[in-house]
């Protein structure tokens, strides 16, 4: 593609995150500084339609993006322009620091009003995956409800407690599950649920019976709990994308997009694989499989505790959303959560 394609395509992008239109030959002539014919204008934009980076909507003589294209404006063409009067760079890394700062807050509350922070300033719905636990524990406890009904209570190693029930084939007396537990503890406290489980295939044959099924099923149901706890998503302002008629111009497109916020499958998956990576990820729906709408893009950035890469954060929104201002909240978002987390480790 030559540089006159570029900035032609450049500029129908521009125009149409501004406007929302099919943007026609007369308007890329006004505002992409080339002094081209109207006869050039729709040439190139052929040339453009052919390669896939555009397309022509059935009721407009005008052109939109594809995912294509926006794929190749966000990689190549996209300069950061300073954000406008009221959310320069400063002013707006002051504004999300109060927000996080605002009080003596938890770190579960910080990540809720991170989220939060994401929605209002983006005007979208903004996200965030809790920190990745160990799913280790420290110390298990046994405690007889019946016969056959136990309380499994887990202490992980950041002092939280999780409980689960376990039904047993068998029945188990008060000492016998004081025995489990100091076995557990002695041998297996401080590793992950799936280590112990590995480590007790080889070791319960030197276990008697009664014993090994107990142990098994104190595994299962602790792997179980810490999964449950384990990659969390917080998510505000979903509403807002009712508003978004690229997002609600359908039922169709309704239905699968409050889809994604009720089941967040798909979801959990994109934040994951965005937080093996450094800095901010742009996943665009129709190009990316993991972005379940075709007319959805997702901005995302990991976070860390202490430079360690806990969980992501991001905006979620339209293909059609001016890039250039949501990527600095993302990015400066997840610096400052990163800040205030490790401040209080």
Do not use: C, W
Not at 69 to 92: E, I, N, S
Not at 125 to 133: I, K, L, S, W
Not at 183 to 191: E, S
Not at 265 to 283: C, K, W, Y
Request: charged share 25%; no cysteine.
């Amino acid at each position: 593609m030559d540089e006159r394609a570029k900035t032609l395509l450049k500029t129908l992008i521009e125009r149409y995150i501004a406007e929302g239109q099919p943007v026609g030959s007369r308007t890329l002539s006004k505002y992409s500084g080339l002094d081209l014919s109207p006869a050039t204008i729709r040439n190139v934009m052929s040339d453009l339609e052919e390669m896939g980076f555009i397309a022509s909507p059935h009721t407009s003589a005008g052109r939109i993006p594809t995912p294509r294209g926006y794929r190749l404006f966000v990689d190549t063409m996209l300069t950061a322009q300073p954000l406008d009067t009221q959310f320069d760079r400063t002013k707006l890394a002051g504004l999300i620091q109060g927000e996080l700062g605002a009080q003596e807050q938890s770190p579960q509350r910080m990540i809720t009003t991170a989220a939060r922070t994401l929605s209002n300033l983006s005007q979208f719905a903004g996200v965030v995956m809790t920190p990745r636990r160990a799913q280790a524990f420290r110390q298990i406890e046994f405690m007889r409800l019946s016969d056959k009904r136990i309380l499994l209570i887990i202490v992980t190693p950041e002092g939280d407690v999780q409980n689960r029930i376990i039904q047993t084939e068998l029945p188990y007396s008060a000492s016998q599950l004081v025995e489990a537990a100091n076995f557990i503890n002695t041998h297996y406290a401080g590793m992950r649920f799936d280590t112990v489980r590995e480590r007790l295939r080889d070791e319960l044959k030197a276990l008697r019976i009664d014993m090994s099924e107990l142990m098994q099923a104190a595994v299962e149901a602790g792997s179980s709990a810490m999964a449950d706890e384990d990659e969390q998503v917080y998510i505000s302002g979903e509403r807002k994308l009712l508003e978004v008629e690229d997002l609600a111009s359908s039922m169709d497109k309704l239905r699968r997009l409050f889809d994604v916020f009720e089941h967040k499958t798909s979801l959990l998956q994109l934040l994951d694989v965005s937080s093996h990576a450094e800095g901010v990820q742009i996943f665009i729906g129709g190009e990316s499989r993991l972005v379940p709408l075709e007319d959805m893009a997702v901005i995302t950035a990991p976070y860390e505790v202490d430079g360690q890469i806990v969980g992501t954060l991001g905006v979620i929104g339209p293909t059609r959303m001016a890039y250039d201002r949501v990527i600095p909240i993302v990015d400066i978002t997840a610096r400052l959560l990163s800040s205030a987390l490790s401040s209080q480790n």
